[in-house]
């Protein structure tokens, strides 16, 4: 079921990030049920981030993107599977509405992670 978890959050990994390059990580993504996933937009400091942050990286195909997408712990694995697939999927289709060429992207989905990436959270 459906349950609002707040503002969206980016954390960028100034360790890995320099010129032309830039790790984040999009998280605090709400608590989905299956019926409307797919239809839900991202959150708009997602969407800000990507716009401002990771589209003028990649315009004129001048660049690609590698993307993981990832659940919590909760839930059983065939569930964080699929919304990993869906929250790295509403991102891809993002990018493609903004003009990033489908070959610019290489997306993966990994469900439930393993230990958490901590490097947002300092």
Not at 61 to 72: L, Q, R, Y
Not at 87 to 94: K, Y
Request: glycine share 10%; hydrophobic share 40%; with cysteine.
């Amino acid at each position: 079921m459906f349950r609002a978890t707040g503002v969206g959050k980016v954390g960028v990994d100034a360790d890995f990030s320099g010129i032309g390059v830039l790790r984040a990580l999009l998280y605090n993504f709400d608590f989905d049920d299956f019926a409307d996933l797919k239809y839900r937009p991202l959150k708009p400091e997602h969407a800000n981030f990507l716009a401002d942050e990771v589209v003028p990286l990649l315009e004129d195909d001048a660049g690609n993107i590698w993307m993981t997408g990832s659940a919590s712990r909760i839930g059983n694995k065939a569930w964080n599977m699929e919304l990993s697939q869906t929250r790295v999927g509403r991102v891809v289709d993002f990018l493609q509405t903004k003009g990033i060429k489908p070959e610019q992207i290489q997306e993966d989905a990994v469900g439930r992670t393993v230990g958490g990436c901590r490097w947002p959270h300092r």
